[in-house]
């Protein structure tokens, strides 16, 4: 029965990896907002910036270890969410289809989509470009404001600040849409498989593509 | 296929070679820009270092006093007024206290 066929969307490396982006960027986001509005006393405040420093490091060996140890998906992430198209045009002009969806209960026409559409895809290329900023300007905020020159710190420090901020913002619509689509919410968070009816609904092009049967898989 | 529960998965060659050199050369670029851009900035911090420091060198090659015992104007100031350096009267009028300000910046 095609009902119970199931496609393995994330693989281990990647769930692995997700998990550690929760433990470490979560932590990131709220310390952040905390070290920029400032509400706690000066001991607290002190130790917000120790969990944040000590977040970051491990955001950082995260981002490393996947690198290296998973490069052939950071190629795969790199051309999914660069793959740019007319599709990608038509899908904003009627954001997925979500609005409709979610406030007026109707469904539109939504133009076929890969394995991610075109909101995850500006997703991914913000948290490729604004996490690599973060990762950069808060190693060179945190480690080595000395050795660098008075201006640069202080572009580093609005670098971090905007990137941050960016970031932070994305974090809330990501958190709401994961849950919203509950079962890539449990394909991330649990067991990587996702129903292939709703992956042939969902990311047409991705089935239609890139997904073969395992026995074809087998070398 | 009970033993993968799942009976489909991504081809592995999603990608092509030639996409993958393409990819794996814009990364090496965006990754060594950087540090090269960093490497530069850093060096010329190292230069204003450098040359604050020959310019002191030099500032102390040209003066006559070189520390502040040998001031006289520090010794006057002992010898006829302050007695001696870390006396009661020379702590009273030149140590000073640390006053918080901070908070009042906003």
Redesign the interface.
Known sequence: MSHD?????HPLSVRMFHYFLILSFLPLAVTGVLLYFKPLSDAAMHLTMQIHAAAGVALTIACASFFFLAY?R???F??RVFSVSLADLKWFAVLGGYPQKLILRKKVPVPPMGKYNSGQKLFGIFVLIGG?LLI?SGW?LWG?PH???RG?VSLMGDVHLIAGIVLTLFLCVHLFLGVYMFDDFKAMIL?G?IP?EEAREMSSLWVR??????SE?KC | MSEHKYQYTENPFAVTRREFITITGVITAFLALPAIWIKSVASSNNAYIQARTQGLYVDDVKSTIRVSHANIAVNRYYKEFGGEPLGHLSHKLLHTHYINRTKGLG
Do not use: R, T
């Open positions: 066929k199931m496609i393995l969307k052939d950071v190629v795969l790199i051309k690599s950069l060179i080595f050795a660098m020159p640069f067991h498989k292939y593509k890139e997904v073969i049967p395992i898989n």
